[in-house]
């Protein structure tokens, strides 16, 4: 079965320092990767796809499958950053999306 | 406005009484899915559907039941034998692969409290 792991449930950073949120995937084939946030009473929504390789604001995120992660980067963190993160491979067989516990991200003045 | 619309908000149920959750969506997705969202543990899948008058268990169905009748509803009923219902439930659909999937539309979410 595909499992993904998110390690970090809360990760806290300054203002204008680097973030990674770390995702590594357990999974058969090639999946498709996802990014979701979710802002403070806000819906659940997408944030990147790895099969676009777009970055989406400021965020990036590049799949490495020697290492089966799919990290989500951000050279310099803004407050408005502050949310949760869940990374989400895809079955592309049965369309469904199987999502980590996620990452709360905090940014501090 | 294209999107998808979950109701209730929030929801009052007393143990041993079966509720049912509305999900409908206007965005011609052919997939629907059912999530339950826990803190510290994610989002679960519950059930989930790719086409009308068929749907799929997820991880965690034992005490759920859906129906899909029609494209744009996909109702939850979470019965009296679900041991833990309370939870926050998140409905989603998507383009099937090969239709220009760009990833789930989310609902709004449900905060079910059992009383």
């Known amino acids: 079965a595909q499992r993904v792991t998110q390690p970090e449930k809360l990760l806290s950073v300054f203002k204008g320092a680097p973030v990674e949120l770390k995702c590594n995937y357990s999974?058969?084939?090639?999946?498709?990767l996802f990014w979701y946030v979710q802002y403070s009473r806000q819906r659940l929504q997408l944030l990147l796809r790895?099969?676009s390789r777009e970055s989406i604001k400021g965020f990036t995120a590049d799949l490495n499958k020697g290492e089966t992660s799919f990290h989500l980067k951000k050279p310099f963190a803004q407050e408005e950053d502050s949310a949760m993160y869940y990374c989400?491979?895809?079955?592309?067989?049965?369309?469904?999306?199987?999502f980590g516990t996620g990452t709360r991200l905090q940014v501090t003045l | 406005d294209g999107g998808i619309t979950q109701s209730p908000k929030y929801l009052f149920r007393k143990e041993g009484q079966n509720v049912t959750l509305s999900c409908e969506q206007n965005?011609?997705?052919?997939?629907m899915y059912w999530y339950r969202q826990d803190p510290g543990q994610g989002l679960r899948l519950i059930y989930y559907?790719?086409?009308?008058?068929?749907?799929q268990k997820g991880d965690i169905a034992e005490g759920y039941s859906v129906s899909r009748e029609k494209k744009e509803s996909f109702p939850l009923t979470v019965t009296s034998a679900q041991k833990n219902p309370t939870a926050f439930y998140l409905c989603?659909?998507?383009?099937?692969?090969?239709?220009?999937?760009?990833?789930?539309?989310f609902g709004s979410g449900t905060r079910l409290t059992v009383v």
């Open positions: 989400a491979p895809l079955d592309g067989t049965a369309s469904k999306l199987t």
């Open positions: 790895h099969i």
């Open positions: 965005l011609n997705h052919d997939a």
């Open positions: 559907s790719q086409i009308v008058n068929d749907f």
């Open positions: 999974y058969s084939g090639s999946p498709e």
């Open positions: 989603a659909s998507s383009s099937l692969p090969g239709q220009g999937s760009s990833g789930y539309t």
